[in-house]
C-alpha cells in the first residue's frame, strides 16, 4: 500500500507540479498476491483533475524475475490535493484527453469524484443527525 500511495502521490506531483497529501483511496482489492522475490512494477497515471485534487490510478504487476511471467495483481485509484508553498490547497492545471481512451478515463474519473463527493456531503449530514 506504501508503494502504491507513493506512486500515485508522484504522478500527481508530476501532473501538479507541487506537494500534495494523500485524502482518499477508494480501494485496493489484491487479486493475485506478489511472492517475496518477485518484481513489483507500479504504473501511476493522472485520470482526473478537479480543482485542487487529482485522481491517480496506480496499477501493480509483480514479475518472477526468473520466469519473466507478470500477473497484475491489484489496481487503486487515489486521490491527492495540491498544496501551495503555505500548505493550503492550490490550484491544479486541468488534463487534456488526447484520445478516446484518455477522455473516458477522465469521464469515468469524473463520475468517481462525484460519488466521492456524494459521500462525503451523506456522512456530513449523518454527523449532524
Not at 15 to 33: E, K, L, N, Y
Not at 61 to 84: K, Q
Amino acid at each position: 500500500m506504501k508503494l502504491v500511495d507513493e506512486a500515485g502521490g508522484l504522478s500527481a506531483m508530476r501532473h501538479a507540479q507541487t506537494q500534495v497529501v494523500t485524502v482518499a483511496i477508494d480501494q485496493m482489492s489484491v487479486h493475485s498476491p506478489i511472492r517475496i522475490g518477485d518484481l513489483v512494477m507500479l504504473e501511476a497515471e493522472a485520470t482526473y483533475a478537479g480543482n485542487t485534487s487529482i485522481e491517480t490510478r496506480v496499477q501493480v504487476t509483480a514479475e518472477d524475475p526468473r520466469s519473466g511471467e507478470r500477473t497484475h495483481t491489484n489496481t487503486a485509484y487515489l486521490v491527492y490535493v495540491a498544496l501551495d508553498h503555505s500548505g493550503e490547497p492550490t490550484r491544479v492545471p486541468r488534463l487534456i484527453a488526447e484520445t478516446d481512451a484518455e477522455q473516458l478515463r477522465m469521464a469515468r474519473g469524473e463520475g468517481r469524484q462525484a460519488d466521492r463527493l456524494a459521500r462525503l456531503r451523506a456522512e456530513a449530514e449523518e454527523v449532524v443527525k
